[in-house]
């Protein structure tokens, strides 16, 4: 069975390797089958570490080689983030830990870059740009410089979530 389209989506190509791709097939298969063939990649060189998504596609590569997976049934409006804050007391001039955890389709999903952001000047996320563990998890820390409430943003691809935090 030969796939009619596929692509690989872009911020799905993760460190190590890993890529998340789509394939539309010309029958329906199960979440149990293997599939093998020949895979066509092409790349760009990336040398922002904090930001990816200000990479340059001025230096193209291709990469071929083999594939074998399984396959399981990729919906595009099921992916998640959870944000969570172990602290609920917060106190400005003091960091806190942030988790967002990413899954799609219920699944974690290692070394994704989420990006988070806050639209308070009092709110410092160090580092704004982190690749989740294998269990799905990215933490990050957040300082406030004053008495304050604010929101906490994740984003990753087409998925994003949002906490409020106040400071006193």
Excluded: R, W
């Excluded at 872009?10 to 010309?26: E, H, K, M, S």
């Excluded at 329906?28 to 293997?34: A, E, F, P, Q, R």
């Excluded at 930001?51 to 083999?66: L, R």
């Amino acid at each position: 069975m030969g796939a009619e389209t596929a692509k690989c989506l872009p911020v799905f190509v993760l460190p190590g390797g890993d890529l998340i791709c789509t394939a539309t097939t010309p029958q329906t298969i199960s979440n149990t089958l293997s599939l093998s063939g020949i895979i066509y990649v092409n790349s760009t060189v990336c040398t922002s570490i904090t930001n990816p998504f200000q990479c340059s596609p001025n230096y193209p590569i291709n990469y071929s080689g083999t594939l074998n997976t399984k396959a399981i049934t990729y919906a595009p409006n099921k992916c998640s983030i959870v944000l969570t804050s172990p602290n609920s007391n917060l106190q400005h001039n003091f960091k806190y830990l942030i988790n967002a955890t990413v899954k799609m389709n219920g699944l974690p999903i290692a070394g994704a870059t989420v990006n988070f952001s806050s639209p308070s000047n009092h709110i410092s996320i160090t580092p704004s740009y982190v690749n989740t563990a294998s269990n799905g998890n990215a933490t990050t820390f957040i300082l406030s410089n004053a008495v304050t409430s604010t929101t906490v943003n994740a984003f990753f691809y087409n998925c994003a979530n949002t906490i409020s935090l106040t400071f006193s």
